[in-house]
């Protein structure tokens, strides 16, 4: 499956690259740094704009950043690997628009429609990005080998359609959930349009011969050629009468 059995250096450096970034801006806030919502999305207040670039880097406790950490170098390692010529646009243009379009929502409170203006961070609407646009990009492409990616990204990440969703539909919950579905339809949605937006750029669908029912070339077919190979008495010259020679017979045609 992977290209020359090779497996791209990108594919192994950039998501170690962002997993040390992420556990860097963890360790920092142990130690006190990004206190008060700050490095966080905070929906439509402009001192929540800076958390568009900081906030995947942040997260609540030890089990948020584990629980993104696994799907971030899953994710990143196919991206890289299988998408070479788009991924590092769709990384950085994914991880942009997600936070932007997560400021851009308004904070309402789902189940009372009241305005809750909360705090978002963490690496979970990236997760989303990768996870849609690797989906989504192998259909719209339909080529086998990215479709097989895709069914990968759906056997293992389908269960994240349901993050998309709000908390409080599933459960009853004494406050607000903490976990960010708008982060995570923010994240789909993005990755949904940069897949078509790809869809032409990179590897695409093959066609094969028995595509074409109107072509046959005799070169390409292997049997055919095989059996020439086998049996090449089949296909000797055959024996042919000659030509009369007309000079030879011209004292008979006289006396005609």
């Avoid at 360790?27 to 704009?49: K, Y």
């Avoid at 950085?92 to 809750?116: K, N, Q």
């Avoid at 005799?218 to 296909?235: A, G, R, S, T, V």
Wanted: aromatic letters at 16%.
């Amino acid at each position: 499956m992977l290209k020359n059995d090779v497996i791209s250096k990108k594919a192994i450096i950039n998501p170690l690259l962002m997993l040390s970034v992420m556990w860097l801006g963890y360790f920092l806030q142990l130690q006190g740094f990004f206190e008060s919502c700050f490095g966080a999305i905070i929906p439509l207040l402009p001192e929540g704009l800076l958390g568009i670039i900081t906030s995947p880097l942040l997260h609540g406790n030890l089990d948020h950043i584990v629980g993104n950490s696994i799907p971030i170098a899953i994710l990143m390692f196919l991206l890289y690997q299988f998408y070479p010529m788009v991924a590092s646009k769709v990384f950085i243009l994914g991880w942009l628009a997600t936070g932007l379009l997560v400021w851009l929502l308004p904070p309402i409170d789902f189940m009372t429609g009241d305005y809750l203006y909360t705090c978002t961070i963490g690496a979970s609407g990236v997760v989303y990005v990768l996870a849609f646009f690797l989906f989504f990009s192998g259909i719209f492409k339909w080529n086998v080998k990215l479709l097989t990616i895709s069914l990968l990204v759906v056997l293992y990440y389908g269960s994240l359609v349901w993050g998309m969703l709000p908390e409080e539909l599933f459960y009853n919950l004494q406050e607000p959930s903490k976990i960010s579905w708008q982060a995570h339809i923010a994240g789909a949605v993005v990755g949904v349009i940069l897949a078509f937006m790809f869809k032409k750029v990179g590897e695409k669908k093959k066609k094969y011969i028995w595509e074409f029912p109107n072509y046959y070339n005799e070169k390409d077919d292997k049997l055919w050629q095989e059996y020439i190979e086998k049996n090449p008495e089949d296909f000797m010259e055959l024996p042919y009468k000659k030509k009369d020679d007309i000079w030879k017979h011209l004292d008979e045609l006289r006396r005609k």
